[in-house]
């Protein structure tokens, strides 16, 4: 019983922790985000903060997957449980959606992943980070993709080169909504996102039934909803 009231104040600011980094990240790009300014939002001190990461880059790690977790419960489930009939065309389109940056903390996510970027461009010993969470993303849209081939929806493509087009196309929109340029709206990225795909599976242009309203969009690209 004891183990259980120690275990759980700890948990709980692990996740503090976590939580700061993400809104520092976002907020002042990874460079500005020290660990005695996660400390401090977090309500720990800097000796909690090491003790739960041993280093800094283990707490970049460690905050991304939390981002991407926290998203990814509902984006990534398998197939049979979003509760859409077995549909891969519908399961597709929800993995689309939601790594859109529809909601303020999915714009929230889309800026950890930009200052990734931007960071692990400058600094190598990011790039291993980068790489696992673009590993991750590729599996749940190449899951959705194969679980559409083996049910005859979609052309015998595969799963894996697809879902690197379908990563390439949607980053590169995406960004173009996050930053609101006028000529890519969320509407239009959709659709060309939608056009791109439905070519490379060879399915009808209008076949991947996106979402119509805001209301639906409950989780970002990888943080909490």
């Given amino acids: 019983m004891s183990g259980e009231a120690n275990g759980a104040p700890e948990r709980s600011a692990r996740e503090r922790i976590l939580?700061?980094?993400?809104?520092?990240?976002a907020e002042r790009g990874i460079g500005g985000a020290r660990i005695a300014q996660i400390a401090k939002a977090a309500g720990v001190s800097t000796a909690l903060?090491?003790?739960h990461f041993q280093t800094r880059e283990i707490l970049l790690a460690a905050t991304l997957d939390y981002a991407f977790d926290l998203a990814s419960a509902v984006r990534l489930l398998p197939a049979?449980?979003?509760?859409?009939?077995?549909?891969a065309a519908k399961r597709l389109a929800d993995v689309v959606e939601?790594?859109?940056?529809?909601?303020d903390p999915g714009r929230r996510e889309?800026?950890?992943?930009?200052?990734?970027?931007?960071?692990?461009a400058r600094d190598p010993s990011l790039r291993p980070i980068a790489a696992q969470m673009y590993a991750r993303y590729r599996t749940g849209i190449a899951a959705a993709i194969a679980d559409?081939?083996?049910?005859?929806?979609?052309?015998?493509?595969?799963p894996v080169k697809t879902a690197d087009l379908?990563?390439?196309?949607i980053d590169g929109l995406g960004l173009r909504v996050l930053l609101g340029d006028p000529s890519m709206p969320l509407d239009q990225a959709r659709e060309r996102i939608g056009e791109i795909l439905a070519r490379e599976?060879?399915?009808?242009a209008g076949q991947l039934p996106f979402a119509d309203g805001p209301a639906v969009h409950a989780e970002g690209r990888g943080s909490a909803g």
Avoid at 98 to 103: E, M, Q
Avoid at 148 to 158: H, L, Q, R, T, Y
Avoid at 166 to 169: F, K, L
């Fill in 19 to 25: 939580q700061a980094a993400c809104e520092l990240i």
């Fill in 49 to 51: 903060v090491h003790y």
């Fill in 80 to 87: 049979g449980e979003h509760g859409e009939g077995g549909s």
């Fill in 98 to 103: 939601r790594s859109l940056p529809t909601t």
């Fill in 110 to 120: 889309w800026q950890l992943w930009a200052e990734l970027w931007l960071g692990a």
């Fill in 148 to 158: 559409g081939v083996a049910a005859g929806e979609f052309a015998p493509v595969d």
């Fill in 166 to 169: 379908a990563m390439a196309v």
């Fill in 201 to 204: 599976l060879r399915i009808p």
